[in-house]
């Protein structure tokens, strides 16, 4: 079984900061991770994945993660934030072996202001 | 490429009644997997299907039922709505052969609040 933790419930940051958005995880198992964001109103888009390799993993609209295995972190970042990245984000978590079934934590809302 | 589709977007019940939800995968997707996201919280796993079987399912009571049809899309039955069915809930879609590390695509979720 995995589980996941988002430290964060929510995080307020000034346009044109940086931000992180901690997530750490628990399993049994080797694991795939994932971020997605959601926007009000709308479903899940996938930000970024880290399968094996590099523990810096690129994503879309300029964000970026690095996966810890030491600490079962993969923290997600940004250099610098726009409104338009204000939503909802979950890390979420998926065995490597079995089916591909998604485990999320409770969510991180960043909250961006001018 | 229309994505994951769901319908309805939005959806008012009384409680007792059963409701449900429908989900057509992304083109070329053969595995649909169904969440429910209640205010606040993350998506849970509720079942996934694949070749019209039920091959895994969360920790949802037997109210919670689904289908796969042959075209692939899908529906979520929930009987004897409780107000605590109150949830977005949301469609994911992927294909088995691309292994678990390809993540899941997920539709605008259906809206549904039992009064």
């Known amino acids: 079984a995995q589980s996941v933790t988002q430290l964060d419930s929510q995080v307020p940051v000034f346009e044109e900061a940086p931000v992180e958005l901690r997530c750490n995880y628990s399993?049994?198992?080797?694991?795939?991770l994932f971020w997605y964001v959601q926007y009000p109103n709308q479903g899940l888009q996938l930000l970024l994945k880290?399968?094996?390799?590099?523990?810096l993993v690129k994503g879309i609209n300029g964000f970026e993660a690095e996966f810890n295995k030491s600490q079962t972190s993969f923290h997600l970042r940004k250099p610098s934030v726009h409104i338009s990245d204000t939503a909802e984000y979950f890390c979420a978590v998926t065995s490597r072996v079995g089916y591909s079934t998604l485990t999320f934590g409770k969510g991180t809302m960043l909250l961006v202001s001018p | 490429d229309a994505g994951v589709t769901q319908s309805p977007t939005h959806l008012i019940k009384t409680r007792g009644q059963q409701v449900t939800l429908r989900c057509s995968p992304k083109?070329?997707?053969?595995?649909v997997s169904w969440y429910q996201q209640a205010l606040g919280q993350g998506p849970q796993f509720i079942f996934q299907?694949?070749?019209?079987?039920?091959?895994q399912r969360g920790n949802f009571p037997d109210r919670f039922s689904g289908h796969q049809f042959p075209n692939y899309s899908s529906e979520l039955n929930v009987n004897a709505l409780l107000l605590g069915d109150s949830a977005l809930y949301l469609c994911?879609?992927?294909?088995?052969?691309?292994?678990?590390?390809?993540?899941?695509?997920f539709g605008q979720g259906t809206r549904l609040t039992v009064v």
């Open positions: 880290y399968l094996s390799g590099s523990t």
């Open positions: 399993s049994s198992v080797s694991v795939y």
């Open positions: 994911a879609s992927s294909l088995v052969g691309s292994g678990q590390g390809a993540g899941a695509f």
């Open positions: 083109s070329g997707h053969d595995t």
């Open positions: 299907y694949y070749e019209e079987e039920e091959r």
